[in-house]
């Protein structure tokens, strides 16, 4: 089947003119054109969602064209795409990570927040929390 820019870009969750860009740069290699206007067959589904991955991943566009054009090198390049794809798998667990260290922070403020509302002030929370100034996260105080 056959899909049109427009189309593929709403199933991306992305702009006709971001696909176009991601054209522009390389990055739909195998992207046919017809009459000047890209079209996009059910194959080209595998790679835009590599793509779709790498770069909501947060993976620099420049490193995504490094790996289009290893894969232009097919067996040859294996170990090179393995190493850019295992990179960018450490980035993701560095960042779930750095999450898990900001989710602490929201929990806390969810928590503080309930509490206050509970006890009808922000004031009267003051001798249930520490006034320390840290960069730590704040911990909930057990029950």
């Not at 309930?114 to 996260?137: H, N, P, Q, R, W």
């Amino acid at each position: 089947m056959s899909y049109k820019i427009k189309e593929v870009a709403k199933m991306m969750g992305v702009t006709p003119s971001t696909l176009r860009y991601y054209d522009k740069e390389g990055l739909l290699p195998n992207v046919k054109r017809i009459n000047g206007v890209r079209v996009f067959e059910d194959e080209d589904f595998k790679w835009l969602r590599v793509l779709n991955c790498l770069k909501n991943t947060n993976m620099p566009l420049k490193k995504i064209k490094a790996y289009v054009d290893l894969t232009k090198n097919g067996n040859d390049s294996l170990e090179e795409r393995l190493k850019l794809i295992e990179e960018q798998e450490q980035n993701v667990l560095d960042q779930i990570e750095e999450f898990k260290y900001y989710l602490k922070e929201i929990e806390y403020k969810k928590w503080y927040l309930k509490e206050a509302i509970k006890l009808g002030s922000e004031e009267k929370m003051y001798d249930k929390v520490s006034s320390k100034a840290t960069f730590e996260v704040d911990e909930i105080p057990d029950k």
